[in-house]
């Protein structure tokens, strides 16, 4: 779709299915609509909502086409469906020649992991102001096992090699999978952006001994980004072990963020284990800034957050109760993807009250206790009216929807599109499965 914009061209493309062909044709080097109007085209926001195996393939097309054809290109904004996860690197292939531009101010970008975003500012994006990057990991743990020496020597190589700061004025890093690398390698990446203005961070860090507050933040790199006026972050510190008897307060390292002028909220989940005091520390920055919310558990305060459309709920000590997400539906008007892994019986069932959420468009709960399915499914518990995706276990949802004849269970899955069964390969279903579900795709 082509907009005119001022003087230039602004371009919003939503790709789903049969996503190459079109792809290859929209940018081909010989499309005469695309040599027409490339010089004038300064803005594109490309959306991909495909996740076939040939997704990545085609991103890696996108990188090197966009660049050569688009010499013009100020702002890019590359969204891909949330659950893909990229299985290697995007740019290793791609020259700092071919993949690159002199024009690019603003990049909002999905890479595979932390080696990509060092490249990408190796130099070969000289003007740029403003860089999103969202990570499925800081590095793969698989890897990490296997050779992890070697990872973090590579890594530090490409972070030592980043430059063109002086014109990198905001930055934010978005990783949802854990990592231990943060002193090691994040840090060490962020000291070199001495001309920063805006940052933000949404990390989740394990297997430390300490929690992380103001005071570590500000001695480890704060201190020397002299030029930061915005720090905006979201930052859980998982799997920290406690040795001494005293239990840790929250309101001690919330303090030091206050007295720093920052408002802050977030909670500290603890439980036995048997190293000693098992601690989950979640601090977050108001107003909350971020589209996606590192997982939260039972602790969590509430708030409102209309910012967030991604969502995890997990907790392997405490069962979710009905309250629990009444509280959720509220905090989170606006969630369009939930993702819940709980695999605790629910304790309380509560019928006075319906929750809903309006706007969920995706249900992930493949590891979940059954209660949970039924919460969500059951239209006496919860209203969904926009569930298109759902994700289950094949199990689960023959025992909740009374082997498809249950109206109860009807109601939220009318919408339904598309189903993943968790503990099972596909296979084909029976008559009544397809008419309890009318609206699901007939490849499920």
């Known amino acids: 779709m082509l907009l005119q914009h001022r003087k230039f061209l602004m371009v919003d493309i939503c790709i789903f299915f049969f996503i190459n062909h079109f792809f290859c044709f929209v940018f081909k080097e010989t499309n005469s609509s695309i040599i027409k109007c490339k010089d ?190 915005n720090f905006h972050f979201d930052i859980v510190v998982d799997h920290v072990i406690i040795h001494d008897n005293a239990k840790p ?31 989950q520390c979640h601090i977050y920055s108001l107003p909350f800034m971020f589209e996606y919310m590192q997982p939260i558990t039972n602790c969590f305060p509430g708030g409102l957050f209309k910012s967030v459309t991604v969502l995890w709920l997990k907790d392997t000590n405490h069962p979710f109760e009905h309250s629990f997400f009444m509280k959720i539906s509220q905090s989170f008007p606006f969630v369009r993807c939930l993702t819940i892994i709980n695999k605790l019986e629910q304790k309380n069932k509560d019928l006075s009250s319906m929750i809903q959420f309006s706007h969920l468009i995706e249900l992930q709960c493949g590891y979940v206790h059954i209660d949970y399915i039924e919460q969500f499914l059951s239209s006496l518990y919860t209203h969904l009216p926009a569930l298109t995706k759902l994700a289950v276990q094949y199990e689960h949802l023959v025992a909740i929807t009374e082997n498809f004849t249950s109206d109860v269970i009807r109601i939220n899955c009318a919408k339904l599109k598309s189903i993943h069964f968790t503990d099972m390969q596909s296979t084909v279903h029976s008559e009544d499965f397809y008419h309890y579900f009318p609206s699901l795709n007939l490849s499920v």
Request: charged share 20%.
């Open 249 to 279: 307060c929250f309101s001690d390292i919330q303090q030091t963020f206050i007295r720093k002028g920052y408002h802050v909220d977030g909670y500290l989940d603890c439980a036995n284990h048997p190293a000693g005091l098992w601690n």
């Open 40 to 229: 004038q085209i300064h803005e594109l926001n490309l959306t991909i909502n495909d996740e076939n195996s040939s997704t990545f393939n085609l991103l890696v097309d996108i990188y090197r086409q966009i660049f050569c054809l688009l010499t013009n290109l100020t702002n890019l904004y590359l969204d891909i469906n949330s659950r893909f996860v990229l299985s290697k690197s995007l740019l290793d292939n791609l020259s700092s020649t071919t993949c690159s531009s002199s024009t690019l101010t603003h990049l909002n970008i999905k890479l595979y992991n932390i080696d990509d975003c060092f490249l990408l500012l190796d130099g070969r994006l000289s003007e740029l102001h403003t860089l999103i990057v969202k990570l499925d990991f800081i590095h793969n743990q698989e890897l990490l096992r296997r050779i992890p020496l070697e990872t973090l020597c590579h890594s530090i190589i490409l972070a030592d090699k980043t430059k063109n700061f002086d014109k990198l004025k905001s930055f934010s890093l978005i990783a949802q999978q854990f990592t231990n690398e943060f002193d090691t390698l994040i840090v060490r990446f962020l000291r070199r952006m001495i001309h920063l203005e805006t940052l933000f961070l949404s990390l989740r860090l394990y297997q430390r001994d300490t929690f992380i507050d103001y005071t570590y933040l500000e001695n480890i790199f704060l201190r020397d980004l002299s030029c930061l006026q």
